[in-house]
């Protein structure tokens, strides 16, 4: 079968014929349907090094993925040939603390994963590819009816991402709130959706793109702001009090000042961007009992909890559909900025 492959650190990936997967005892191979293409790959194609994590290529890409069921390995029960499903993409140890509540990227006994801190498309083969082989059946989440793998691979990551982020900031916004997303890429717009869609807020979105920002409106942002230097006065100016939670799908140095800048007393800034920047944060620095904290995708009940929301219409990423053969050229889009939404690639 054919695989977008990444054969070392800092290369472009390669479509390469590899050998078609076989489920060994409880695993399961899944006809891929739509893989997704995530800026976490960019990161992974041009500024990763041995070391950084603890794996290493090659491997095939896409960590974002829904098929069918194509082969069941030896015990697996519950599933059927044929049925459209979405595959969780971390997969951790399986019986730490973490594992059992279904947070398996917090997994705390890495070594006990099929690979340390990853999955497949991070460090081990991904839906990039005719074929993916899930390493455990409990990876393997059935579809809602409604809901069809290209619209469902987006929401393995693009959605679960910013909805376990947004989730845990529910108590945070009651009617009358307000909430910041900051950056209406990949994640964001589908976060603009989830707000509106899971809680009674108000929410403002602020990108440095035009069309972006336009994405945003479209899916239900209440404000749209071209960021700028009056960007925070503008927030404070509307909020009249700050933000109840802000949301950084970017992660930068200005993207994080920008909201602590924002933040209220009590309120949430969660960063989910993995720009890497880095945020002083002192007694006098941020307003009182303003909580920062990091998020890393989310759990396998909040998987089932989007693809509702997928399936009932609530949520739904703006897709752009490669074949296998353009997928280099989805990331150039996405890495060019000129990628509306999300791509998925389509074997
Ligand atoms: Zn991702
Ligand atoms: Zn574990």
Same mark, same amino acid.
């Given at each position: 079968?054919?695989?977008?492959?990444?054969?070392?650190?800092?290369?472009?990936?390669?479509?390469?014929?590899?050998?078609?997967?076989?489920?060994?005892?409880?695993?399961?191979?899944?006809?891929?349907?739509?893989?997704?293409? &995530?800026?976490?790959?960019?990161?992974?194609?041009?500024?990763?090094?041995?070391?950084?994590?603890?794996?290493?290529?090659?491997?095939?890409?896409?960590?974002?993925?829904?098929?069918?069921?194509?082969?069941?390995?030896?015990?697996?029960?519950?599933?059927?040939?044929?049925?459209?499903?979405?595959?969780?993409?971390?997969?951790? &140890?399986?019986?730490?603390?973490?594992?059992?509540?279904?947070?398996?990227?917090? &997994?705390?006994?890495?070594?006990?994963?099929?690979?340390?801190?990853?999955?497949?498309?991070?460090?081990?083969?991904?839906?990039?590819?005719?074929?993916?082989?899930?390493?455990?059946?409990?990876?393997?989440?059935?579809?809602?009816?409604?809901?069809?793998?290209?619209?469902?691979?987006?929401?393995?990551?693009?959605?679960?991402?910013?909805?376990?982020?947004?989730?845990?900031?529910?108590?945070?916004?009651?009617?009358?709130?307000?909430?910041?997303?900051?950056?209406?890429?990949?994640?964001?717009?589908?976060?603009?959706?989830?707000?509106?869609?899971?809680?009674?807020?108000?929410?403002?979105?602020?990108?440095?793109?035009?069309?972006?920002?336009?994405?945003?409106?479209?899916?239900?942002?209440?404000?749209?702001?071209?960021?700028?230097?009056?960007?925070?006065?503008?927030?404070?100016?509307?909020?009249?009090?700050?933000?109840?939670?802000?949301?950084?799908?970017?992660?930068?140095?200005?993207?994080?000042?920008?909201?602590?800048?924002?933040?209220?007393?009590?309120?949430?800034?969660?960063?989910?961007?993995?720009?890497?920047?880095?945020?002083?944060?002192?007694?006098?620095?941020?307003?009182?009992?303003?909580?920062?904290?990091?998020?890393?995708?989310?759990?396998?009940?909040?998987?089932?909890?989007?693809?509702?929301?997928?399936?009932?219409?609530?949520?739904?990423?703006?897709?752009?559909?490669?074949?296998?053969?353009?997928?280099?050229?989805?990331?150039?889009?996405?890495?060019?900025?000129?990628?509306?939404?999300?791509?998925?690639?389509?074997?």
């Amino acid at each position: 079968m054919r695989a977008l492959r990444l054969l070392e650190w800092k290369s472009e990936p390669l479509l390469t014929e590899v050998d078609e997967p076989t489920p060994g005892p409880g695993q399961v191979v899944v006809r891929i349907g739509g893989a997704g293409a &995530c800026h976490s790959d960019l990161h992974l194609m041009d500024e990763f090094e041995a070391g950084v994590v603890p794996w290493n290529p090659p491997f095939t890409l896409g960590h974002e993925n829904a098929g069918w069921v194509h082969t069941l390995g030896a015990g697996v029960t519950g599933l059927e040939v044929g049925q459209p499903v979405a595959v969780y993409g971390p997969w951790g &140890c399986g019986v730490c603390a973490r594992c059992r509540l279904g947070i398996d990227p917090y &997994c705390e006994n890495p070594a006990g994963a099929p690979v340390p801190g990853g999955g497949g498309g991070l460090g081990l083969d991904g839906g990039m590819a005719e074929y993916e082989l899930v390493p455990d059946a409990r990876h393997i989440v059935p579809l809602p009816d409604g809901l069809d793998p290209v619209r469902a691979a987006p929401l393995t990551d693009a959605g679960l991402t910013p909805y376990h982020a947004i989730r845990r900031s529910w108590p945070k916004l009651p009617p009358g709130s307000w909430a910041v997303v900051i950056g209406v890429g990949g994640l964001g717009h589908v976060g603009v959706q989830i707000l509106k869609a899971t809680t009674a807020a108000r929410v403002i979105a602020v990108d440095t793109r035009p069309e972006a920002l336009r994405l945003a409106e479209e899916y239900g942002a209440d404000l749209t702001l071209l960021s700028g230097a009056e960007t925070a006065d503008e927030i404070r100016r509307i909020t009249g009090r700050g933000a109840d939670v802000v949301l950084d799908f970017v992660g930068a140095d200005p993207t994080l000042r920008l909201g602590a800048a924002v933040a209220r007393t009590v309120g949430d800034l969660t960063i989910v961007g993995i720009a890497g920047g880095t945020l002083p944060v002192s007694y006098f620095s941020v307003p009182y009992e303003v909580s920062i904290q990091t998020t890393y995708w989310g759990s396998r009940p909040e998987l089932i909890e989007v693809l509702d929301l997928g399936a009932r219409g609530l949520v739904q990423p703006k897709v752009t559909t490669f074949s296998l053969d353009e997928a280099n050229t989805a990331y150039q889009r996405l890495r060019e900025g000129s990628l509306e939404g999300r791509a998925v690639v389509v074997p």
